[in-house]
């Protein structure tokens, strides 16, 4: 396999994912990454991995759609290094589930949050729940042959590449879904992001510019073109998910999810 465009349910957050899938199908695109959505709660997959792996594979065959990689997206409850003790254990079960899920379902791998900063824990000690998280489920993926991989990202404790690397070395195992967008917006340079692409299993792929997480096709700042070219020579072989979203979170409503997709869809798959 070589490089594949793919899309995200997180692009259609109220759709069910039979309506999602059939977007992203009118859309031209044959795979998909999962996560919350309309008809995919976090609890009721962790705790019904193989009920739910039927339902999603039936869905896939039915419209011809291969699904890649799930991010059930980090709530206060689901946060990896949540300060709650009981929702500790508990987001621990339900990641452990999903895992199972994605191994039901055919997935590469899930992504997941590597924990955030929180009022009354120092940097340091939020770093380590997060780790302290990530190592058990790590081994249980490997497991069950499914990829675990952090997304690190704006406002969590890998937010600079070297927490990054320091999180890959301390957890043996993982690797990453890479998107740009989230060092672009602190104005960190191509090469400083690169760092981290040899250990990058996944993609995620919008447009960002400094001091905004996602900017329009005009006004970003990521070198996708340079981006596919290192790719292309590193040989990877996998998926790029077009994540376009419309979130009130970090600004990330200000753009028309459709039209950006497009153009950035078409951008990459003549790159491709």
Avoid: C
Avoid at 19 to 46: H, K, T, Y
Avoid at 96 to 101: L, N, V
Avoid at 108 to 129: C, H, M, N, Q, V
């Amino acid at each position: 396999m070589s490089i594949e465009l793919g899309g995200h349910i997180f692009s259609t957050p109220h759709l069910k994912l039979e309506e999602a899938v059939r977007v992203w199908r009118a859309l031209g695109i044959s795979v998909m990454d999962l996560g919350n959505g309309a008809d995919l709660d976090p609890d009721v997959v962790g705790m019904n991995p193989d009920r739910e792996a039927e339902r999603v594979r039936a869905i896939g065959e039915r419209h011809g759609m291969r699904f890649y990689d799930a991010f059930p997206q980090a709530t206060d409850k689901h946060i990896t290094n949540t300060p709650d003790e009981e929702e500790y254990i508990h987001q621990r079960q339900v990641y452990a589930g999903w895992i199972d899920f994605a191994a039901e379902v055919g997935l590469d791998g899930i992504t997941l949050s590597p924990g955030k900063y929180w009022p009354g824990l120092d940097a340091e000690t939020a770093f380590a729940r997060g780790r302290d998280q990530l190592v058990p489920l790590a081994d249980h993926a490997a497991e069950r042959g499914v990829r675990l991989r952090i997304e690190p990202h704006v406002e969590s404790v890998t937010w600079s590449p070297e927490l990054v690397l320091r999180m890959l070395d301390e957890v043996p195992g993982l690797s990453l879904t890479v998107d740009h967008s989230h060092f672009v917006f602190h104005g960190m340079t191509y090469e400083q992001i690169a760092v981290m692409h040899p250990h990058g299993t996944h993609w995620h792929a919008r447009q960002a510019a400094l001091g905004q997480l996602q900017a329009g096709f005009d006004d970003g700042e990521i070198d996708f073109p340079r981006i596919i070219g290192d790719l292309k020579a590193a040989d990877y072989r996998g998926i790029i998910a077009l994540e376009v979203v419309h979130v009130g979170w970090m600004n990330l409503d200000r753009q028309d999810v459709l039209g950006e997709t497009v153009r950035l869809r078409d951008q990459l798959l003549d790159l491709i």
